[in-house]
């Protein structure tokens, strides 16, 4: 079975919109960290935000949120008024057990922001 | 500050022969793990060391092998290269004592095998 599970391969908005990317993960582990990422066209994957099993609200960083919802195992991420320089790919991830483990990688969704 | 850092940025190698990346962690960072990105797809995990030893590793065949030097830095060793090696490698160092969670990527290493 995948651990992460991003079912849209592609998605797309308008500069200002918010738009919402979906991931839902299977774990037993109690204890596991989510993660997102963004990889532009040169291939860095940059860190967006992180949310633990044990954090009670949902994890903000600027424009990006996490929403959180522990009993469906998702953890979607939203942006909030989209920039043209958010057009990428998006990158679900999951660390299980303690801090330091291997991250689990999503398939990706990408996401095209146009004017 | 330097984040992390990768060479080559891009490689042409022949089937059967042997590669070797490299890869510079962010400063202060203790730990480094690869991750194989074939095109399409998420990465993947390889390994990962922690004070000059494989902490960690993930479903690849001994073909893959590392090694961490006592500056952190770390190499990537590929042998017997076949044409599925062909994808972006990339590197993640981060600090494993202080309990944080970001890993911190390169810009990647673009192998392809001809």
């Known amino acids: 079975a995948q651990k992460i599970t991003q079912t849209q391969p592609g998605m797309f908005v308008q500069e200002k919109e918010a738009v919402t990317l979906d991931c839902t993960y299977d774990t037993s582990d109690p204890s596991y960290g989510l993660f997102w990422y963004k990889q532009p066209s040169s291939g860095e994957m940059i860190f967006l935000i992180y949310q633990g099993s044990y954090d009670q609200q949902n994890a903000t960083e600027g424009r990006y949120s996490l929403n959180f919802q522990k009993a469906r195992k998702s953890a979607n991420l939203v942006i909030s008024a989209s920039q043209l320089g958010d057009s990428a790919m998006y990158f679900c991830?999951?660390?299980?057990?303690?801090?330091?483990?291997?991250?689990?990688f999503g398939k990706g969704t990408t996401l095209s922001v146009s004017s | 500050d330097a984040g992390v850092t990768q060479s080559p940025t891009h490689l042409i190698k022949t089937r059967g022969q042997q590669v070797t990346l490299r890869c510079s962690p962010k400063s202060g960072h203790d730990t480094v793990s690869w991750y194989q990105q074939a095109l399409g797809q998420g990465p993947q995990f390889i390994f990962q060391?922690?004070?000059?030893?494989?902490?960690q590793r993930g479903n690849f065949p001994d073909r893959f092998s590392g090694h961490q030097f006592p500056n952190y830095s770390s190499e990537l060793n590929v042998n017997a290269l076949l044409l599925g090696d062909s994808a972006l490698y990339l590197c993640?160092?981060?600090?494993?004592?202080?309990?944080?969670?970001?890993?911190?990527f390169g810009q990647g290493t673009r192998l392809t095998v001809v």
């Open positions: 993640a160092s981060s600090l494993l004592v202080s309990g944080r969670n970001e890993a911190f």
């Open positions: 991830a999951m660390r299980e057990g303690q801090a330091g483990t291997a991250l689990i």
């Open positions: 060391y922690y004070e000059e030893e494989e902490r």
